[in-house]
């Protein structure tokens, strides 16, 4: 189950961090690391530092963008270190870890990291179900990659420790990938687009609070299929309209 979760890092400038976050995965039982866009390959540093983790460096991926590193994730969970304008699903790192677990048993899973100045981008992190604040001490926040990555890793170890003493419970639901859902968005912005809902060259902040509620909701294989159906329904009748205008 362990092995479904990835650690994605998003444009590390530090090679000793990715190193760092190697041994911090291991130690935990994680073996994915995906790597987007990091400013220097891995180096002598970073084996160095992974001590003893060499092999989950050496079998690192890298990725040009994050889209392209969580496509096959049916739940990506970002990390935020600081408030936004526009509020996202959150959840603490404790429940960061059972969501994680849960998901991993039918599909990939993410837990994305962003650069050590600055974090992950607003469009980055509309990218994630779910965003986790580590709940630190206020007056002193501050905590590097690897420290932050170690925090999201025990949780998902005590989370799957926990499930191991645990009867299944029926089947799980299944849910469709982030690609899926990046190509659902891009069919809702033309199906609205089409009805004249939305304005192409102006589509303001619909786009991205409907991006919101969906992902708050959640939807899942079976209704993702449905809403997908409705749009290709819309834009038929939307088509077949303008067909009989021409006429």
């Not at 049916?74 to 849960?102: D, F, H, N, Y």
């Not at 048993?105 to 980055?124: I, Q």
């Not at 409907?210 to 899942?220: I, K, M, S």
């Amino acid at each position: 189950m362990l092995d479904q979760i990835k650690v994605v890092l998003v444009g590390t400038t530090h090679t000793g961090n990715i190193g760092s976050v190697a041994r911090a995965m291991k130690t935990m039982g994680l073996s994915q690391l995906c790597l987007v866009a990091p400013k220097t390959a891995p180096d002598g540093q970073a084996y160095a530092l992974a001590a003893g983790a060499s092999e989950i460096l050496a079998a690192a991926q890298t990725y040009d963008t994050l889209e392209q590193a969580i496509a096959d994730c049916a739940l990506v969970i970002g990390s935020s270190a600081r408030s936004r304008t526009l509020s996202w699903p959150m959840l603490s790192s404790r429940e960061c870890g059972i969501k994680a677990v849960q998901q991993a048993a039918t599909a990939p899973v993410a837990l994305v990291f962003g650069r050590e100045s600055n974090g992950l981008s607003n469009e980055e992190l509309q990218l994630c179900n779910y965003h986790v604040c580590i709940e630190a001490n206020p007056e002193y926040s501050s905590l590097n990659l690897a420290m932050a990555v170690q925090i999201f890793c025990y949780e998902v170890r005590m989370a799957y420790l926990a499930s191991q003493q645990q009867t299944p419970e029926g089947d799980l639901a299944v849910y469709p990938t982030s690609l899926q859902m990046e190509n659902f968005f891009q069919h809702l912005e033309t199906a609205l687009t089409h009805t004249g809902f939305i304005i192409k060259q102006h589509p303001g902040v619909v786009m991205t609070k409907l991006r919101r509620l969906f992902t708050r909701a959640r939807p899942e294989e079976a209704e993702y299929n449905i809403l997908r159906g409705i749009l290709t329904s819309m834009l038929r009748l939307e088509k077949a309209d303008q067909t009989t205008h021409k006429e």
